[in-house]
T-cell receptor, first 109, second 115 residues
Framework: RKEVEQDPGPFNVPEGATVAFNCTYS??????FFWYRQDCRKEPKLLMS???SGNEDGRFTAQLNRASQYISLLIRDSKLSDSATYLC??????????FGSGTQLTVLP | DAEITQSPRHKITETGRQVTLACHQT?????MFWYRQDLGHGLRLIHY???????NKGEVSDGYSVSRSNTEDLPLTLESAASSQTSVYFC??????????????FGPGTRLLVL
């Protein structure tokens, strides 16, 4: 079983739609959680951290459920510029990041 | 502006050759990392360093080595390139004192093809 699992997609949604991505992790000792964004053939960039209480950054909302070892990312009012691959990332007890293989999103005009 | 660069950006080599990929950052970050990215696997950690003269093995370190002789550079060497090492390689850095380790800044990547 992979340490971090994501639905690879692709998710194809129209502009303005709301889309949600899910991620599960296997190591219950994981300390911190993040979403990174990766544009085609580019480097990953930190999108947002995920806190236990849930957190929001503009149109993006991240949720963490430690009991179920589950992380989510909600994007509201999708823009064409949101098209990318979204990587679920977990910081383990060894202070190393473990990346999911990513969920591909395409926002259609 | 401070940045992290990788060279070369593209490389074609032959099986058995030694290859070195360069990574240079100007943020004065203590922590540096090398990852490889393959379809279906996401990014996997190869080696990492928390400071000068410190190096550690990651998840997929076999066939790779690194050295950290100064703060700015962490070159990655493939001792004897194999076709299984065809991949996209990303270098990253972070500053653990002012920011959490998870705020890693990535270089633009090196695409390596081993024939």
């Amino acid at each position: 079983r992979k340490e971090v699992e994501q639905d690879p997609g692709p998710f194809n949604v129209p502009e303005g739609a709301t889309v949600a991505f899910n991620c599960t992790y296997s190591n219950s000792a994981s300390q911190s959680f993040f979403w990174y964004r990766q544009d085609c053939r580019k480097e990953p960039k930190l999108l947002m951290s995920v806190y236990s209480s849930g957190n929001e950054d503009g149109r993006f909302t991240a949720q963490l459920n430690r009991a179920s070892q589950y992380i989510s990312l909600l994007i509201r009012d999708s823009k064409l510029s949101d098209s990318a691959t979204y990587l679920c990332v977990v910081l383990g007890s060894a202070r190393q990041l473990t990346f999911g293989s990513g969920t591909q999103l395409t926002v259609l005009p | 502006d401070a940045e992290i660069t990788q060279s070369p950006r593209h490389k074609i080599t032959e099986t058995g050759r030694q290859v070195t990929l360069a990574c240079h950052q100007t943020w004065n970050h203590n922590n540096m990392f090398w990852y490889r990215q393959d379809l279906g696997h996401g990014l996997r950690l190869i080696h990492y360093s928390y400071g000068v003269q410190d190096t550690n093995k990651g998840e997929v370190s076999d066939g790779y080595s690194v050295s950290r002789s100064n703060t700015e550079d962490l070159p990655l060497t493939l001792e004897s390139a194999a076709s299984s090492q065809t991949s996209v390689y990303f270098c990253a850095s972070s500053e653990s004192e002012r920011e959490p380790i998870e705020t890693q800044y990535f270089g633009p990547g090196t695409r390596l093809l081993v024939l």
